[in-house]
């Protein structure tokens, strides 16, 4: 059954009732373009097939309450929260997510009756796939739902500005620094392509990347090792970024031209001299990309993948062993291109790899990890999928 149908199954059962709508929302993988959205710059990511769903009615008394099916198959509840009095640490744990794109759209001047929301997720947690932005998405939806102002009613903000509302709650109420791709990617992608993203303009463009009509697939290895971008080294490279941005004097690091690159670089301090060289290079690499892809040659993205790893490895320093091991591993059994996707710290590589070669690549790769005796990783091939949407 998919998340949706056990969402509405489950809050039947918790309430008593059926939902009045079910929306969802997809987890995603970012082909290429690493820490480039906070810095203004270009974003290439494309939905998963695996999806959070949201099961949601209405209450008249101004109150939310959240539960969620666990992988355990037991439902944990959070106690009952009051919309009105919702502030920032008046949350903890999982229900923080829920409770901030509640806090976010009633800061906006959405008018909230109270909700009941059950949730079902299939995105792997802590894997770099974003399943919290997938989560936080499909509640806003769930939750525009019960004030009347879901896409296509008449009072509904864009997509963009509902990206921009998730990215207030996981920013100001959940305390993780994100920027903009994780929640545009799930709201906007479509099938069968990638989104690329310009952060600055708000423009999207959907480039076609039907990876197995090329003989070709693109392979996700969740290497298991957890992160967190609250507590992880995420908020530190931000904030280098943005000093670097005013010792140079831009807004942002996306106004360093490439071939101004080596100038920039002799005027900053040592330790803010990697981070600007990977987001200025990694943007060049999602403009390189994008262009293969237009013209139909998504085997020639591969060497732009192995250096946009390369990049995140060695100057960002956000890759992993187990990271370093996947990608290496996928390229020395013939891989066309490898690199960590997500924030860092831990998390999913990808590679792009050729059909045929999957199950060898997939077997070193499996092989390699109990060989070190690591915990041994989960891998599925990704297919682009839709965005989030209404499902029932």
């Known amino acids: 059954m998919s998340p949706a149908g056990r969402a509405a199954e489950t ?20 082909l290429i373009g690493e820490h480039t959205d906070y810095n203004d710059g ?6 998963l097939p695996h999806r ?28 009952e929260l009051t919309i009105a009095g919702l502030a920032p640490g ?5 229900s923080t997510y829920p409770a901030g794109v509640a806090w976010a759209l009633r800061g906006a001047g959405v008018e909230l009756p109270g909700a009941d929301l059950v949730i079902v997720g299939e995105v792997p947690t802590g ?7 997938a989560l936080e998405c499909a509640v806003a939806l769930a939750l525009l739902d019960t004030a009347g102002r879901a896409p296509g009613s008449p009072d509904a903000p864009s997509l963009a500005e509902i990206a921009i509302l998730v990215q207030r709650a996981e920013n100001d109420f959940a305390g993780a620094p994100t920027g903009l791709l994780d929640q545009t990617a799930s709201l906007c992608c479509t099938e069968a392509h990638a989104l690329f993203f310009d952060v600055r303009s708000g423009e999207t463009e959907q480039i076609p990347f ?20 609250g507590e992880s080294g995420y908020g530190d490279r931000r904030r280098g970024c943005e000093r670097a941005a005013e010792l140079l004097e831009v807004k942002a690091l996306r106004d360093v031209a490439a071939e101004d690159l080596d100038g920039a670089l002799a005027g900053l301090p040592d330790e803010l001299r990697p981070l600007v060289r990977h987001v200025v290079t990694e943007n060049e690499r999602v403009l390189a990309t994008v262009g293969k892809l237009r013209a139909g040659a998504i085997a020639g993205i591969g060497d732009l993948l192995t250096a946009s790893h390369a990049s995140m490895r060695d100057d960002y320093e956000i890759s992993c062993p187990e990271l370093d091991l996947v990608v290496d591993t996928a390229l020395a059994s013939g891989a066309v291109g490898a690199r960590m996707t997500g924030g860092g710290f831990g998390g999913s590589a990808i590679a792009l790899v050729r059909s045929a070669d999957r199950e060898l690549v997939e077997k070193r790769v499996l092989d390699a990890f109990a060989e070190r005796e690591l915990t041994t990783p989960r891998l599925f091939t990704a297919v682009p999928a839709a965005g989030a949407g209404r499902d029932l």
């Open 52 to 79: 959070t769903a949201v099961a949601v009615a209405p209450r008249a008394d101004g109150m939310l309450s959240i539960a969620t099916l666990g992988s355990d198959g037991e439902l944990h509840r959070s106690p």
């Open 90 to 94: 008046a949350s903890t744990g999982w």
């Open 11 to 30: 809050f039947t059962a918790e309430h008593g009732r059926a939902p009045s709508a079910v929306w969802s929302a997809p987890g995603r993988v970012n």
């Open 42 to 47: 270009f974003v290439l990511p494309f939905a």
């Open 127 to 133: 894997a770099g796939l974003s399943s919290s932005h």
């Open 210 to 229: 039907a990876t197995l009509d090329a003989g070709l697939e693109l392979l996700v290895v969740d290497t298991r090792v957890k992160h967190s971008h």
